[in-house]
């Protein structure tokens, strides 16, 4: 499939002149099917991202995040990618895709993109393939195919768990009908297991990195980064496995693949980055992924699973910044994305950690609470070390839909835990621009289409229409946030150093003159000395800091 392309664009800049950027960028998630509709089909397309991108300028973002935006069926939101080189035609094309990135370079906003190595589409034409030759023909080998096992081959090759709950194996029928070999797929059916001991499949996944670096993009975000790599002798899972003893996560040979895309990023002019979506509980083996010729930066998904509680908060944040520093790697702050309940849900129950095995239909939240929180938790995470992640719509404070009707959901994270997950369609219901009722100016007036999934009447107060003069809403606060980040000398990356601070609180200084104070207490604080206060998530009462809040002060040397 290599190399079948036009011609690279040769007039995109390359974004060189601050080769750290990386470092201390805030990068805002682009979810592309609910960003906004440019063509009236309630399906959020190129168009509309590129009519809103002077907002993100304004919002005050370095980069952008596209979940994948290729040809798929969309089983599982686009991570199931037919062709890697195409634009998903309800998306748009990818003329428009190319000039996207050029636009938003323009503006000084870089262009991350998705890329999902470790499963294809069922509808990829490998596979397809694979599924046409049969069993021991060479297609197959690109994937997991393997014999049943039992005296009918009718029981799965391994009980390996999935991460979508249910079967990691489903049984083919051969050309003749007669029922085949099994093949692996540690998310849906739909997204078969690539092998990467394949020389193919290696090569195939360089080129179209190649492909899209060509094409200006600024780095990529690497989907499912500790998976690719399995024991070809597929053990069962340990009980508890050891270091490097999982058979299809986290297992050593994968630094080899890291290493190999790190020389092919570096290889282009500016600095390119490669981000890991790396779910693991053992941090010293995360930051391995971070040394300095593999990974740029991974997410910090620890921070956001953590409840909200002052000393869970910063035993992460310790953490964190301990594994971190051996490797020279920054950290990444990420309050929530496509798959995870919104901040504002979240944080307003009784138990505020996140789990996905936790995530039940009707657990009971307190909104105004939530949001409260989140406002706290913004500035928390702007002011901390490293790069920050913005996931579209936490900017104005949007709440996890709960009550999408049972026949709009799409999410096989729903349909494979039979009903018990929500799934996560209420984190990706799209955008509300303006207006009093849905669209909110989603889609172009008089489009032929209602959104592809329904926006709640109560969103009518969340618009950026509503909040953008409003300095009480959750998009001013992100917007001064964000340009106090920038203009501060002490933020992005950089030392931390923590001050002594009463039970629930916590405070640290970044750089000489600047102090976040943020209070999980249930009593009012007093603020330390300062001279002004730049910024406060709830405004002061007598002068003290209230409960579920966070203030930046400006200090004395
Ligand atoms: C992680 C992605 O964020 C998620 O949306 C997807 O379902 C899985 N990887 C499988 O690709």
Redesign the pocket.
Same mark, same amino acid.
């Given at each position: 499939m290599a190399g079948e392309n036009a011609a690279p664009v040769a007039t995109v800049p390359a974004p060189a002149d601050d080769a750290q950027w990386w470092r201390s960028a805030v990068i805002y998630q682009i979810y592309p099917r609910s960003f906004a509709d440019g063509n009236g089909d309630g399906v959020g397309d190129l168009a509309g991202v590129r009519q809103h991108l002077g907002y993100l300028r304004d919002l005050g973002v370095d980069a952008i995040w596209f979940?994948p935006w290729y040809a798929s069926p969309l089983a *599982?939101?686009g991570?199931d990618v037919a062709d890697y080189r195409e634009i998903n035609p309800a998306f748009g094309r990818l003329a428009e895709a190319e000039a996207l990135i050029r636009e938003a370079l323009a503006l000084g906003i870089r262009t991350i993109i998705d890329v999902?190595p470790?499963?294809v589409s069922d509808q990829h034409p490998w596979f397809q393939a694979a599924l046409a030759a049969g069993p021991g023909a060479p297609e197959r080998d690109r994937f997991w195919f393997r014999p049943g096992r039992g005296p009918a081959g009718d029981e799965m090759p391994t009980g390996w768990p999935s !991460?979508f709950s249910g079967d990691t194996w489903t049984r083919t029928t051969n050309p003749d009908g007669t029922p085949g070999e099994w093949y692996l797929h540690l998310?849906s059916p739909q997204?078969p297991d690539l092998n990467w001991d394949h020389p193919d499949v290696r090569a195939e996944h360089e080129d179209i990195l190649r492909f899209w670096l060509d094409r200006g993009v600024a780095g990529v975000r690497i *989907?499912?980064a500790a998976l690719l790599v399995k024991d070809p002798a597929l053990p069962e899972v340990p009980v508890a496995p050891g270091p490097g003893e999982h058979p299809n996560q986290d297992r050593d040979e994968l630094h080899d693949i890291y290493r190999s895309w790190r020389r092919l990023a570096d290889s282009y002019p500016g600095t390119r980055v490669l981000v890991g979506?790396i779910w693991l509980p053992d941090i010293d083996r995360f930051a391995k992924y971070l040394r300095p010729d593999e990974l740029h930066t991974a997410f910090n998904f620890d921070f956001l699973a953590r409840p909200w509680d002052a000393d869970e908060l910063r035993a992460s944040i310790d953490q964190t910044l301990a594994a971190h520093a051996p490797v020279g790697a920054p950290s990444t702050w990420v309050l929530s !994305?496509? *798959?995870v309940t919104r901040p504002v849900t979240r944080y307003g129950r009784e138990d505020s950690s996140f789990a996905f095995a936790k995530k039940r239909r009707g657990t009971p939240t307190d909104l105004a609470l939530g949001t409260r929180r989140a406002r706290a938790a913004a500035l928390l995470t702007v002011a901390l070390p490293g790069s920050l992640y913005l996931y579209q719509g936490d900017e104005l404070g949007l709440p996890e839909v709960e009550d999408l009707p049972a026949d709009r959901i799409e999410d096989p994270m729903h349909f494979r835990s039979g009903g018990v997950d929500p799934g996560?369609d209420g984190c990706r219901v799209p955008l509300p621009w303006r207006g009093l009722s849905s669209p909110f100016g989603f889609s172009p007036a008089g489009a032929s289409a209602e959104p592809w999934l329904p926006q709640p009447a109560s969103w009518a107060a969340l618009t950026v229409q509503a909040q953008q003069s409003d300095p009480s809403s959750m998009l001013w606060l992100y917007k001064q946030a964000l340009r106090l980040r920038r203009a501060e000398p002490g933020l992005g990356d950089g030392p931390l150093t923590w001050r002594e601070a009463p039970a629930g609180v916590l405070v640290f200084d970044r750089g000489e003159r600047f102090v976040n104070v943020t209070n999980l207490s249930d009593a009012p604080v007093a603020l330390p000395e300062h001279t002004a206060i730049l910024l406060s998530s709830s405004p002061l009462v007598d002068g003290m800091l209230p409960t579920d809040s966070t203030a930046w002060l400006r200090t004395q040397h």
């Open positions: 979940t *599982d939101g991570y999902v470790n499963h !991460n998310f997204q *989907d499912s979506e !994305n496509h *798959d996560r």
